[in-house]
């Protein structure tokens, strides 16, 4: 999936999210609840893998090469998203055991 299909959805629910607060008359909390699962949303995308995960990223190295491409393309700090892409194009051309 496409990071700019999730964040259009996102937009929209934000957008969905206000309108309701405004109807129920509590903006404050919405907005509040809004910025927190952006800050979050932001976070995860952002943050590094674990050291185990490039330990997982070797082995998957030399095998195919839209994998190996995406791989080089992240390195040299590989996010949460670019490990997700990673290993769905990996499991992709996995033969099935």
Same mark, same amino acid.
């Given at each position: 999936m496409n990071i700019y299909i999730i964040l259009s959805v996102a937009a929209v629910l934000s957008?969905?999210?206000?309108? #309701?607060?405004?109807y129920?008359?509590?903006? !404050?909390?919405?907005?509040?609840?809004?910025?927190?699962?952006?800050? %979050?949303? #932001?976070?995860?995308?952002?943050?590094?893998? !674990?050291?185990?995960?490039?330990?997982?990223?070797?082995?998957?190295? %030399?095998?195919?090469?839209?994998?190996?491409?995406l791989i080089q393309e992240a390195m040299p700090e590989i996010s949460i998203y670019e490990m997700l892409s990673i290993k769905k194009s990996y499991q992709i051309h996995k033969p099935k055991k």
């Open positions: 957008l969905a999210f206000h309108f #309701i607060g405004v129920a008359g509590a903006t !404050k909390v919405v907005w509040l609840m809004l910025v927190l699962m952006w800050a %979050g949303a #932001i976070n995860i995308y952002m943050s590094e893998i !674990k050291p185990s995960g490039y330990e997982e990223i070797e082995k998957m190295k %030399g095998q195919f090469s839209d994998t190996d491409a």
